[in-house]
């Protein structure tokens, strides 16, 4: 079980407390307790980041 604690309200909270709001086009997640928004989606973001071949021998 994935355990969870507010950083503004500091509230202890499960994956499935949280509860689920759209803000324009963005779905987040928020806080039960406070209503701050803990995560929102980023449906800008590319989907694939490309990785050059020397980044990878790097952490290899």
């Known amino acids: 079980m994935?355990?969870?604690v507010c950083p503004f309200c500091h509230s202890?909270?499960?994956a499935t407390d949280l509860e689920t709001a759209?803000?324009?086009d963005h779905v987040c997640l928020?806080?039960?307790e406070c209503e701050?928004?803990?995560l929102m989606d980023?449906?800008?973001a590319e989907t694939e980041v490309p990785v050059s071949a020397e980044a990878v021998e790097a952490h290899a």
Do not use: K, M
Request: charged share 10%; hydrophobic share 40%.
């Open 42 to 44: 980023d449906t800008h």
């Open 36 to 38: 701050h928004v803990l």
């Open 12 to 14: 202890p909270l499960n």
């Open 2 to 4: 994935i355990r969870i």
């Open 30 to 32: 928020v806080c039960p």
């Open 22 to 24: 759209t803000l324009g």
